[in-house]
């Protein structure tokens, strides 16, 4: 009898391990599908943004800006809302404000002005969100900066002109944007070159505001004030320098006039290597962009990240131009 009340015991007390270890593996099935859950809504909440406000959309070079942010954005799994600024400031502004309200991770600023667009950088930096300036500057420092020496390019355009002719004759300078940081610098550099030139004269500068049209336009004008007396053309940028090509053209007067531009855009490449533009002066869209995304992903995940990245210019001549395909 003793031995059979052991052994009921033994068989109950089996039953009951097994009870609670099953009870005790369902719990713990429960609890990790419990965390699994947490850990989805933690990544769907965290959802990384990023958002962008680039100078004027309609500018070829500011295309391929965004096209490469948009690809390494795309690769990265990362969300990117671009705005067009149209060359507004205070739309610019407006625009990280709203970037600010939507709490994104990161901002990158194209900025339309050095000073204008300075708020911009103010405000994102009082709201806690780090603020990546590409391509141009503003007076007040961002968290970080992406982009090219423009005083650099200046140098590199008007080198080239000058050995062109020789140190000596007339030129005629289209500016871009006036205070937007490029057409500073890019004066900047020109100038400097110019010193060591006495014998270069500059017969005007302008704005075309960086665009096509206009440059056309204000070549015409200065075609009818200065004629045969202009011997280059020093444009600020590519879409500028096509603009006077193409007036240049009309008046039947390229082949004694040399024109150069800074940005390498795809027109003005093909121009070059037709013998049409003389020179343009590279500025690379494409890896500016892209860093501006890689260094915005590295603030988010808290690692080392380079505060200035600088990206050399480089001349383009109908000599070097299957180089820049």
């Given amino acids: 009898m003793a031995n059979f009340s052991n052994a009921k015991i033994d068989r109950v007390m089996k039953i009951k391990i097994v009870l609670f270890l099953v009870v005790i593996s369902m719990v713990c099935s429960v609890c990790i599908g419990c965390k699994k ?6 990544d769907n909440k965290k959802q990384i943004t990023i958002g962008a406000t680039l100078l004027n959309m309609s500018s070829e070079f500011i295309v391929m800006l965004n096209n490469a942010m948009q690809e390494k954005a795309k690769e990265s799994g990362i969300k990117l809302i671009v705005n067009d600024a ?16 939507q709490s994104v991770d990161v901002i990158i600023l194209n900025p339309c002005e050095v000073d204008a667009s300075s708020p911009a950088v103010v405000k994102a930096k009082k709201a806690g969100i780090p603020i990546i300036n590409v391509n141009s500057e503003t007076r007040d420092e961002p968290t970080a900066f992406v982009g090219s020496r423009d005083e650099e390019s200046g140098k590199i355009a008007l080198e080239y002109i000058a050995k062109r002719l020789n140190g000596k004759g007339n030129i005629v300078i289209m500016q871009g944007f006036m205070g937007q940081a490029a057409q500073i610098k890019r004066d900047e550099g020109a100038k400097e070159v110019l010193k060591k030139y ?3 004269k500059v017969l005007a500068q302008q704005t075309a505001e960086w665009d096509r049209a206009k440059a056309i336009s204000l070549m ?50 093909k121009a070059v290597k037709d013998g049409r533009l003389d020179a343009t002066v590279f500025q690379d869209a494409k890896a500016q962009g892209r860093t501006a995304i890689e260094i915005a992903l590295k603030m988010i995940k808290k690692e080392q990240y380079q505060k200035e990245t600088y990206i050399p210019f480089r001349l383009v001549t109908k000599d070097n131009i299957e180089e820049f395909k």
């Fill in 198 to 200: 006495p014998e270069i």
């Fill in 220 to 269: 015409e004008n200065w075609i009818q004030s200065y004629g045969n007396k202009i011997n280059a053309v020093f444009a600020q940028n590519d879409e500028m320098a096509m603009g006077a090509l193409l007036a240049l053209e009309q008046a039947k007067m390229k082949n004694s006039v040399i024109v150069v531009g800074i940005d390498a855009i795809a027109d003005a490449l």
């Fill in 86 to 101: 149209q060359r507004n400031p205070e739309k610019q502004v407006q625009q990280v404000e709203s970037f600010i309200a």
């Fill in 37 to 42: 859950s947490e850990v989805e809504l933690y």
